[in-house]
């Protein structure tokens, strides 16, 4: 069965550092999405992106962040200059969002650490 | 804005009983509701999606309900096993692309 995939599973970096989370979304699917848990918080939207561009962002998802799909195939989201309050749980998703009916599809996440 | 409520926050049963999760939101305006299952420091897993125009869907022991006019949703677990103990989180899709979340009912089901 298809799924989304994400690299790397852990990653920890020092304030101030730049870091560039990885995900491979389902092939066919046309919406990417990324989304953030940090720990023992809800699950929050930062960003969705279709047609390569940004088709709607929440509040969270400020100057340091972007989103790119690279290639046919990829999609990154870039944080540029992280701080302490950046590490979560990230999850990148996808669907095949025709009208919004569609389910969104998540990865298994990369937990970020800034120390 | 769009708040969604799960309650209770932790439910412990023994195995074999059958259970009710809740999930509350405030806009009736949706698109879809999600219904996943997360494992301790793992990904989302979707378990069952309900349109608005539904009222119910099914898969295998789960069945999720849709009473959009009154904001709710319940996910009802049948014989429960050791496996299900996972948090179980509830999702709504309004105008827009992003889901809103719950904080999730987390589930232990004791042998």
């Known amino acids: 069965e298809p799924e989304v995939t994400q690299t790397p599973s852990h990653q920890v970096t020092q304030m101030g550092q730049e870091v560039i989370l990885r995900c491979v979304p389902i092939s066919n699917h046309l919406y990417f999405y990324w989304y953030r848990q940090i720990l023992g918080q809800k699950v929050e939207f930062l960003v969705s992106?279709?047609?390569?561009?940004?088709?709607?962002k929440s509040e969270i998802f400020d100057d340091q962040f972007s989103v790119e799909r690279p290639d046919g195939s990829n999609f990154t989201l870039k944080i540029r200059s992280t701080k302490l309050e950046d590490s979560a749980m990230y999850f990148c998703?996808?669907?095949?969002?025709?009208?919004?009916?569609?389910?969104?599809?998540f990865g298994p996440g990369t937990r970020l650490l800034v120390l | 804005k769009q708040e969604v409520t799960q309650i209770p926050a932790a439910l412990s049963v023994p195995e074999g009983e059958n259970l009710v999760l809740n999930c509350s939101f405030t806009d009736s305006a949706i698109y879809n509701l999600q219904w996943f299952r997360q494992d301790p420091g793992k990904g989302l897993t979707s378990l069952l999606l309900?349109?608005?125009?539904?009222r119910e869907q099914t898969s295998g022991r789960l069945n999720a309900s849709l009473d959009k006019s009154s904001g709710r949703s319940t996910l009802y677990i049948a014989a429960s096993q050791p496996g299900d103990s996972a948090t179980y989180l509830c999702?709504?899709?309004?105008?827009?692309?992003?889901?809103?979340f719950g904080k999730g009912t987390k589930l232990t089901v004791n042998p």
């Open positions: 999702a709504v899709k309004g105008g827009s692309e992003k889901l809103v």
């Open positions: 998703a996808s669907s095949d969002s025709r009208g919004g009916t569609e389910t969104q599809y």
């Open positions: 992106f279709y047609n390569n561009e940004i088709s709607e």
């Open positions: 309900i349109q608005s125009s539904q």
